[in-house]
């Protein structure tokens, strides 16, 4: 079998990498601020405009999350 060359002047292009993503505020923020008060934040930061895509960059969590998040505040009666 013959191996493949590739045509003449043709360059090998680059490996893509995957982008790194920022660091979760839930796994990096001191011990003083705990998970539910950063739910309250994320969902507080939504409920005055902030899009769900910034607030999942924002925070390194998935936009499902975000939107698990908003929606488990709004069943709960968090005034969204």
Same mark, same amino acid.
């Given at each position: 079998?013959?191996?493949?060359?590739?045509?003449?002047?043709?360059?090998?292009?680059?490996?893509?990498?995957?982008?790194?993503?920022?660091?979760? &505020?839930?796994?990096?923020?001191?011990?003083?601020?705990?998970?539910?008060?950063? $739910? &309250?934040?994320?969902?507080?930061?939504?409920?005055?405009?902030? $899009?769900?895509?910034?607030?999942?960059?924002?925070?390194?969590?998935?936009?499902?999350?975000?939107?698990?998040?908003?929606?488990?505040?709004?069943?709960?009666?968090?005034?969204?």
């Amino acid at each position: 079998m013959a191996e493949f060359q590739a045509p003449p002047g043709a360059q090998a292009r680059p490996t893509p990498t995957r982008p790194r993503t920022p660091p979760s &505020r839930f796994r990096v923020r001191s011990t003083d601020a705990s998970p539910p008060d950063q $739910r &309250r934040a994320l969902v507080a930061a939504f409920a005055f405009g902030v $899009r769900q895509k910034d607030l999942a960059t924002e925070y390194g969590i998935s936009i499902r999350s975000v939107k698990r998040l908003v929606r488990q505040a709004r069943d709960a009666g968090g005034g969204l």
